[in-house]
């Protein structure tokens, strides 16, 4: 670009710089992956590759669904890795898990990749009556995720998009969604109940508050154990006025072009 005598141009800040460590874990047990995130810093032990790599295309997702990875070696699900990031400069932490982190997958795993739509088996989730049964949030009853700070969450806060669980002695467990998106109750809930992914086709765009109960099935003992919760299938016609569908539909994925282990730190 040819400079004009007298021109005042912009500064561009300069991004922030990252020290990164990167060491496998061969001690790490089932339950054993965690995570430390705040502004700046971001700690992974135990994690798989697979796993990790989803979460950072993820975030490029215009939904909630958590992406697929496919190819690639064995070792990125059999190995574990404990992954270290330190920046010189605050870095929210949606850029450290999402930008930041891709940039060292790149740069330490020599990984590329792209992303790509496959026809697959998914589900279609749709309306049964007009109305169906959700109820609308009410405003004021639940609470953006930020990630500023510390990323902890008060004690008693409801996240919209996001459900909780209340246990009973007996009984199904209630679950109770505030100010959520079908989006985010598909990616947060739906999907990893059925195991596949699942394409809204109810045409609600609202924000609503969920209230059903689900848990896992218990055998019956002599007419003696609590009743047996429904299927999910049975609980969205039930209690929600929704219904899931067998079908194909495009899926957006990425795709593993290659890969190696880590360089050294």
Same mark, same amino acid.
């Given at each position: 670009?040819?400079?004009? @005598?007298?021109a005042?141009?912009?500064?561009?800040?300069?991004?922030?710089?990252?020290?990164?460590?990167?060491?496998?874990?061969?001690?790490?047990?089932?339950?054993?992956? %965690?995570?430390?995130? !705040?502004?700046?810093?971001?700690?992974?032990?135990?994690?798989?590759? %697979?796993?990790?790599?989803?979460?950072?295309?993820?975030?490029?997702?215009? !939904?909630s669904r958590?992406?697929?990875v496919?190819?690639? @070696? @064995?070792?990125?699900?059999?190995?574990?890795?404990?992954?270290?990031?330190?920046?010189?400069?605050?870095?929210?932490?949606?850029?450290?898990?999402?930008?930041?982190?891709?940039?060292?997958?790149?740069? %330490?795993?020599?990984?590329?990749?792209?992303?790509? &739509? %496959?026809d697959?088996?998914?589900?279609?989730? !749709?309306?049964?009556?007009?109305?169906?049964?959700?109820?609308?949030?009410?405003?004021? &009853?639940?609470?953006?995720?930020?990630? /500023?700070?510390?990323?902890?969450?008060?004690?008693?806060?409801?996240?919209?998009?996001?459900?909780?669980?209340?246990?009973?002695k007996?009984?199904?467990t209630?679950?109770?969604?505030?100010?959520?998106?079908?989006?985010?109750?598909?990616?947060?809930?739906? /999907?990893g109940?059925?195991?596949?992914?699942?394409? *809204?086709?109810t &045409?609600?765009?609202?924000r609503?508050?969920?209230?059903?109960?689900? *848990?896992?099935?218990?055998?019956? &003992?002599?007419? *003696?154990? @609590?009743?047996?919760?429904?299927?999910?299938?049975?609980?969205?016609? /039930?209690?929600?006025?929704?219904?899931?569908?067998?079908?194909?539909?495009?899926? /957006?994925?990425?795709?593993?072009?290659?890969?190696?282990?880590?360089?050294?730190?």
């Open positions: 670009m040819l400079a004009l @005598p007298g005042v141009y912009p500064q561009v800040a300069a991004p922030p710089r990252a020290v990164t460590s990167v060491k496998p874990n061969g001690t790490c047990g089932y339950g054993s992956a %965690r995570a430390s995130l !705040t502004p700046g810093h971001l700690q992974l032990t135990c994690t798989s590759l %697979r796993s990790l790599i989803a979460t950072t295309y993820t975030k490029g997702l215009s !939904t958590r992406v697929e496919l190819g690639g @070696p @064995p070792w990125l699900d059999k190995e574990r890795f404990d992954i270290a990031i330190a920046t010189d400069a605050p870095v929210k932490i949606e850029d450290l898990a999402g930008s930041v982190m891709r940039a060292l997958l790149e740069d %330490r795993f020599a990984l590329k990749a792209h992303r790509e &739509n %496959r697959k088996p998914v589900y279609l989730l !749709t309306v049964l009556k007009p109305s169906a049964n959700l109820q609308v949030a009410k405003p004021g &009853n639940c609470s953006a995720f930020s990630y /500023e700070g510390d990323g902890s969450i008060p004690k008693g806060t409801n996240l919209c998009g996001y459900g909780s669980v209340k246990s009973r007996t009984g199904p209630i679950n109770e969604w505030y100010g959520t998106t079908l989006d985010q109750f598909i990616g947060h809930f739906l /999907e109940q059925v195991g596949r992914p699942v394409l *809204d086709r &045409n609600l765009s609202g609503y508050d969920l209230r059903f109960e689900f *848990d896992l099935p218990r055998p019956a &003992n002599g007419g *003696d154990d @609590p009743p047996v919760a429904a299927d999910i299938f049975t609980l969205l016609r /039930e209690q929600l006025g929704l219904a899931l569908k067998a079908g194909r539909g495009p899926v /957006e994925v990425v795709v593993i072009d290659s890969i190696s282990r880590p360089s050294p730190n």
